[in-house]
């Protein structure tokens, strides 16, 4: 269970309790509890346990920003607190979403940020295919994630996509088909949500030595730190250097807001290089 949000003020509580009213509507959020649709910036989170995040939640983590909201599991816009996903309850934790937000809302004073988590933990990319069930989760995440993202867009505009995963795929025939299946991912996605030319980032997997990389594993990771080279608006986000949470797999709390500092530096990276002639 979402522990509660403490705010810090009356006026803050007022604002966030507009929109969170009629948490069973499945309506969006009215005009007036949301900024213009041009001036709320959205993101899609997808992939698996990395996006969704593992780490421990301290208070800080649930400290609500009125320029940074979510989209939570029932439909409504809400402040982005961690954890910000809900794939497994159980486990979920810090991710790298809520910090690559905090760094993008900085930038830019005059929008909000909204963020759609969508990662399944343990989802190969084979799951993100219409149709394709989870077996583990009992969920489909390519639809699933389509579904929240057409909603979350009637309130405003995609502006980026984060995608981390590939654990699941570095055994020898998943890696030998992972790069082709990425790419029609990504055209996939910028098709369905009508956004052709949308900023695709990929975080790349864990590097821990306690758990050297097999051959399959390093294919993935190369289709990954390739892909700017073969796919226009895509981006490559290092892992050098982060640590464990002390299972050779999932990154620690700290790690993860590394994580999101560095994927808002190549969003803007991107951005800038998109703006030059």
Known sequence: MRRPVVLGCLPMLLFFSSLTLGQESKEPPSSTSL???????????????????????????????PKVLMFDQTG??????????????KVVG???????????????????????PCAVGGSPIASWEPGALDKATKTHPYDDAMKRAHQAL??????????????????????????EKLHALIARFRRELNAPDVPFIAGQMG??????????????????QDLPNNVPHTAFVSSDGLKHKGDNVHFDAESYRELGRRYA????????ADTQP
């Open 94 to 116: 810090v991710g790298l979403g809520r910090t690559f937000g905090l760094e993008i809302a900085q930038d830019n004073p005059d929008v909000t940020i909204g963020l759609i």
């Open 76 to 89: 409504n816009w809400v402040p982005a607190v961690d954890p910000l996903h809900f794939d497994k309850p």
């Open 207 to 224: 590097q821990f030595s306690e758990r050297p990389w097999n051959e399959a594993k390093q294919k993935v990771d190369q289709v990954h």
């Open 154 to 179: 009637q309130a405003g505009e995609l502006k980026g996509i984060l995608w981390h995963q590939g654990e699941s795929d570095s055994s020898p025939e998943k890696a030998k088909v992972y790069e």
């Open 35 to 65: 900024p213009p649709k041009e001036k709320f910036h959205l993101f899609l989170l997808v992939g698996q346990s990395n996006m969704a995040g593992r780490g421990k939640v301290t208070p800080a983590d649930q400290t609500a920003n």
């Open 265 to 272: 530096k190549a969003y803007r990276e991107l951005k800038k």
